[in-house]
């Protein structure tokens, strides 16, 4: 019977922990397989309530895309999967004498299971919300007078260039623009928008470095800029 007990309870966590793996592998593998592409030249009234009228006319808008659907669905199914097949486990464990000693280590690695599931499912909720019509789309624009930064709960953060005193990159592609008199940096992770990270990066580095060219912004000028660092990064 200690067999049993103890055959149940490996083949049982190893076919879990080899199903989420797969999963878990499936998904990043979405994440990353996206077709990136140059910021959208777009009118900045599109951005916004129409309430005020907007600092620039026209701005480079850089969108954060939402998840792949197929991704998302590999994440609920990773918990979902995983759960079972604990679940089948635990009948030959818990039948044998002192088997109830083992909910001690089924009943969290079910309770983990949860975890992907619940990321899932907040993740298409969020997507359904930000792409529904009406919806203020979530992103970073460049413009003539300086970067801001849509969020999820329809704020904005607004940064001037001249008060731009250094752009950083961390690791797990975090950006930080550092601000004259503030201690709180604009941070963004860059790996999260449908446009290159590196050219994200570079494009807010590279006209805070260089105002004298800060007048091509929000015109065709910078848009075909930008069009030609994505043709050269996608040759990488």
Request: with cysteine; aromatic share 10%; charged share 15%.
């Amino acid at each position: 019977m200690q067999f049993t007990v103890v055959g149940s309870l490996v083949w049982g966590v190893v076919l879990a922990v080899l199903f989420g793996l797969i999963a878990l592998t499936a998904m990043v593998f979405g994440l990353f397989a996206v077709r990136r592409s140059p910021p959208q030249l777009i009118n900045a009234v599109t951005l916004g309530r129409a309430t005020a009228r907007p600092v620039d006319g026209w701005v480079h808008f850089c969108r954060e895309r939402p998840v792949r659907i197929w991704s998302v669905l590999w994440l609920i199914v990773m918990g979902l999967g995983t759960g079972v097949l604990l679940g089948l486990a635990m009948p030959g464990v818990l039948g044998a004498p002192g088997g109830l000693w083992w909910l001690f280590l089924f009943v969290p690695l079910l309770v983990l299971c949860l975890v992907p599931i619940g990321a899932g499912v907040l993740q298409l909720v969020l997507d359904r919300k930000n792409t529904s019509f009406g919806r203020i789309p979530v992103g970073l624009t460049l413009s003539r007078h300086g970067v801001a930064r849509y969020l999820i709960a329809g704020g904005v953060r607004w940064v001037p260039w001249e008060t731009i005193s250094g752009v950083e990159a961390h690791v797990h592609s975090r950006v930080s623009i550092s601000r004259i008199g503030t201690a709180e940096p604009l941070e963004f992770t860059a790996g999260v928008f449908e446009q290159d990270a590196v050219l994200l990066y570079c494009a807010v580095r590279f006209y805070a470095e260089h105002p004298e060219l800060r007048e091509e912004l929000s015109t065709i000028v910078a848009q075909r800029r930008f069009e030609s660092w994505d043709r050269a990064l996608s040759v990488r």
